[in-house]
């Protein structure tokens, strides 16, 4: 079955970096296009970025670009995203998502990892 | 950006109600409409897509309708199981989530 396991989320100063990773297995990964969302505390979810199944392309929200670098590894079946220069305002439980097909929206989620910026 | 607006934020209902929950988009997004149940500490589960299609496996008291920049998520019959958080979310254009209904015990 299809499983998506996220890592790398923990406690981190502002200015400081993380690098999350996505772990996906029980289906064929380079078929598909991925995503990470994230939800502060009490709040809807919100897309952070999405990377094309070969990689080439990516898009970022407004509310990261420039701080943020998504990227795969197809062999390995990964997703990653590294985080830099973080601010309090990214405090969230990330999950990676795949997007289920063209013209699909999200149709499997990790359980998510959480990330606090804190000093 | 797309902005969604879902109403009501909190909704009281008893098991064997007839809920609904409404979702409104800033622009046109039809049919690129999907809803999601959350429950807490759990991701997002996918229910409908493409405003009224049923995902695999989502039991058929729940149902989506709706186009333009108004879409409805319908349960019939409110099970045990249905209590949670609904999201509705527009990917016309990237990815825009509402703010979300909590379905609430009365």
């Known amino acids: 079955q299809v499983q998506l396991v996220e890592s790398g989320g923990g406690l981190v100063k502002p200015g400081g970096s993380l690098r999350l990773s996505c772990a996906a297995s029980?289906?064929?990964?380079?078929?598909?296009?991925m995503i990470w969302i994230r939800q502060a505390p009490g709040k809807g979810p919100e897309w952070v970025s999405y990377?094309?199944?070969?990689?080439?392309?990516?898009f970022y929200a407004d509310s990261v670009k420039g701080r943020f670098t998504i990227s795969r590894d197809n062999a390995a079946n990964s997703l990653y995203l590294q985080m830099n220069s973080l601010r309090v305002e990214d405090t969230a439980v990330y999950y990676c998502?795949?997007?289920?097909?063209?013209?699909?929206?999200?149709?499997?989620w990790g359980q998510g990892t959480l990330v606090t910026v804190s000093s | 950006d797309i902005q969604m607006t879902q109403s009501p934020s909190t909704l009281s209902a008893s098991v064997g109600d007839r809920v609904t929950i409404t979702c409104r988009a800033s622009?046109?997004?039809?049919?690129?409409l999907a809803w999601y149940q959350q429950k807490p500490g759990k991701a997002p589960k996918l229910l409908i897509y493409?405003?009224?299609s049923l995902e695999s496996g989502v039991p058929s008291r729940f149902s989506g309708s709706g186009s333009g920049t108004e879409f409805t998520l319908t349960i019939s019959s409110l099970e045990p199981d249905d209590f949670a958080t609904y999201y509705c979310?527009?990917?016309?254009?990237?990815?825009?989530f509402g703010q979300g209904t909590k379905v609430e015990v009365k």
């Open positions: 998502a795949r997007e289920g097909g063209t013209l699909l929206p999200l149709d499997f």
């Open positions: 990377i094309s199944d070969s990689g080439k392309t990516t």
């Open positions: 622009q046109t997004v039809s049919p690129w």
């Open positions: 029980g289906f064929t990964f380079s078929d598909y296009y």
């Open positions: 979310q527009q990917y016309n254009s990237y990815w825009t």
């Open positions: 493409k405003a009224s």
